[in-house]
Nanobody, 115 residues
Framework: QVQFVESGGGLVQPGGSLRLSCAAS????????MAWYRQAPGKQRELVAGFASGGVTNYADSVKGRFTTSRDNAKTTVYLQMNSLKPEDTAVYYC?????????WGQGTQVTVSS
């Protein structure tokens, strides 16, 4: 059973914007904090943005001020609005719980920032 379905990636020029979506199963979305991760070629998967206790949203230093995550509880979907994209943002983007604890990853969505 697929738990996470990511979409919205694509090819964008530096300085451009993309909005990613992740549809999660309700049983997971309603029980755990959600987060966005990314994995660039040859690098480890890293946390990009995640919801945490106390209504806090954490962001990687590299994306602060450029990326914003949000959620639609009715649709059990999380979003990642990415602005002022840079070539170093190129990666496959995934969603999962925050922190991840063994729920299989989805297929991710490829984001390529290039002129």
């Amino acid at each position: 059973q697929v738990q996470f379905v990511e979409s919205g990636g694509g090819l964008v020029q530096p300085g451009g914007s993309l909005r990613l979506s992740c549809a999660a199963s309700g049983s997971i979305f309603n029980r755990y904090f959600m987060a966005w991760y990314r994995q660039a070629p040859g690098k480890q998967r890293e946390l990009v943005a995640g919801f945490a206790s106390g209504g806090v949203t954490n962001y990687a230093d590299s994306v602060k001020g450029r990326f914003t995550t949000s959620r639609d509880n009715a649709k059990t979907t999380v979003y990642l609005q990415m602005n002022s994209l840079k070539p170093e943002d190129t990666a496959v983007y995934y969603c999962n719980t925050n922190p991840p604890f063994g729920i299989p990853w989805g297929q991710g969505t490829q984001v390529t920032v290039s002129s």
